[in-house]
Structure formats: structure tokens, C-alpha cells
T-cell receptor
Framework: GQSLEQPSEVTAVEGAIVQINCTYQ??????LSWYQQHDGGAPTFLSY????GLEETGRFSSFLSRSDSYGYLLLQELQMKDSASYFC??????????FGQGTELSVKP | NAGVTQTPKFRILKIGQSMTLQCAQD?????MYWYRQDPGMGLKLIYY???????DKGEVPNGYNVSRSTTEDFPLRLELAAPSQTSVYFC????????????????FGSGTQLSVL
């Protein structure tokens, strides 16, 4: 089976750095993805990690440790528009893609 | 570039009615997914397909059916609608799984808000 755990809420101030953690239990794990969802909108893809290490895309970075079944999303230079829900998701070898419950990020001025 | 198109955007059903949520993609993607999202919750996988003619159950398949007769279309059928099926439904597609990089990116439709009263 597959399951993912992430914190339900995180609060940070504008300009700061925030880390959103995700632990997973998946047989036949393929890779970990991250998605952003603003209220009322569809989720949008942020990043994907198949191998251990850090992937950087602008202000956003994502990290994976397969041995620890753990990953995180790092958001730097936070902006008000980063207030949203963030989901980690993993796929098994059969193609099934499961999402975590989501972390609601609130960015304060 | 249409991407993933879902219809309708909103629908109200009475208990016991049936309906089909339509989903079409024009990116020649092999993988297609149906998710539901209840208020303040994550996305739950209903059904998915890895190619035309192949479908499989996700986390919450009860009360739903799907078919994938073409690469482009992946309709979701609700039979005997129940209040517990009130939710926002998202269809999504991706090129593949396991090839890494942009191939893993899931493209989402804009969603269907369904109320069963």
C-alpha cells in the first residue's frame, strides 16, 4: 500500500524560509512529487525527485532520502502569493499516484 | 493548447440520480487519473488508467465506474448518487511514470464541483 504524512499547517513570515516535510510508506516506490494548490484552483506541479538529493527550481527546492522514506519541500524568500496548500505525492510501479493530506502554508507580512 | 478539459464545471444531483463526468486531454498522455477532494482535505484517487483499455481502482472506487476506450477520453460514471459523493472532482493526465523529470508532471483539469442533495 501507500501512505504519506505531512504537517497540516505551517505559518511563516514574508521573506523567510520554510520547510514542509513528507514521510511515506510505499511498496515499489518510484519517486516523490510536490504540488501547490491555491484556494478553489487545480493543483499545479512544482517538482519531482526520483533519486536522493536536492532538486532546485528557482525559490523552491525539493529533497529526497530514499533510505529514510522522507522528503521535504523548501520555499525560500517567501512571498504572500506562496500562501497555499502543498501536497506531496508518490507513485508506485503500477502507476498509482497517491497524495498526502496537504500542508496549508500561511505567509504573514 | 487545451490541455485537460473537464465538463461540467458545476452540477447538482438528486439522491439516486446518475451522471457522467467528462474528461478529455489532447497531449497524447498515457496516464489518466480521477481524484476527489472534500473541503479542506487532500486528493483521493478514485480510478486511474495507464493506457487505452486499461483501468484500475484507486483508494476510493466504490460508487464509481470508468472506461478508457481512447487515449484522449476518460469519463467517470456515478451511479445512484449519494450525499457522500458531494465533492470537487479533478481529472488529471501525465505522459508516463518512472521516466523522471517533466514526464512525471501531472496536468489537472479545472475541476467539477458536484453536490448531491
Amino acid at each position: 500500500g501507500q501512505s504519506l504524512e505531512q504537517p497540516s499547517e505551517v505559518t511563516a513570515v514574508e521573506g523567510a524560509i520554510v520547510q514542509i516535510n513528507c514521510t511515506y510508506q510505499t511498496s515499489g516506490f518510484y519517486g516523490l512529487s510536490w504540488y501547490q494548490q491555491h484556494d478553489g484552483g487545480a493543483p499545479t506541479f512544482l517538482s519531482y525527485n526520483a533519486l536522493d538529493g536536492l532538486e532546485e527550481t528557482g525559490r523552491f527546492s525539493s529533497f529526497l532520502s530514499r533510505s529514510d522514506s522522507y522528503g521535504y519541500l523548501l520555499l525560500q524568500e517567501l512571498q504572500m502569493k506562496d500562501s497555499a496548500s502543498y501536497f506531496c505525492a508518490d507513485a508506485d510501479q503500477g502507476g498509482k499516484l497517491i497524495f498526502g493530506q496537504g500542508t496549508e502554508l500561511s505567509v504573514k507580512p | 493548447n487545451a490541455g485537460v478539459t473537464q465538463t461540467p464545471k458545476f452540477r447538482i444531483l438528486k439522491i439516486g440520480q446518475s451522471m457522467t463526468l467528462q474528461c478529455a486531454q489532447d497531449m497524447n498522455h498515457n496516464y489518466m487519473y480521477w481524484y476527489r477532494q472534500d473541503p479542506g482535505m487532500g486528493l483521493k484517487l478514485i480510478y486511474y488508467s495507464v493506457g487505452a483499455g486499461i483501468t484500475d481502482k484507486g483508494e476510493v472506487p466504490n460508487g464509481y465506474n470508468v472506461s478508457r476506450s481512447t487515449t484522449e477520453d476518460f469519463p467517470l460514471r456515478l451511479e445512484l448518487a449519494a450525499p457522500s459523493q458531494t465533492s470537487v472532482y479533478f481529472c488529471a493526465s501525465s505522459y508516463s511514470r518512472g521516466l523522471g523529470g517533466s514526464n512525471e508532471k501531472l496536468f489537472f483539469g479545472s475541476g467539477t464541483q458536484l453536490s448531491v442533495l
